[in-house]
């Protein structure tokens, strides 16, 4: 299950990523929407770090 749960983690990452990437290429990005895609990736990352220790 931790697998599955690091691949989904990883998944939500990427595509908060790309997210974030295409608000800051629009003409009139908003930043605001960046910024919380900003820290919503962070907590993930800061997750992943904490599961990598783990093991």
Do not use: C, F, W, Y
Not at 21 to 35: G, H, M, Q
């Amino acid at each position: 299950m931790e697998l599955s749960h690091i691949s989904a983690l990883e998944s939500k990452h990427a595509g908060l990523e790309r997210r974030i990437a295409e608000e800051s290429t629009r003409p009139l990005p908003n930043d605001a929407v960046i910024k919380e895609l900003k820290r919503r990736k962070l907590r993930i990352k800061e997750e992943l770090s904490l599961i990598q220790q783990v093991h």
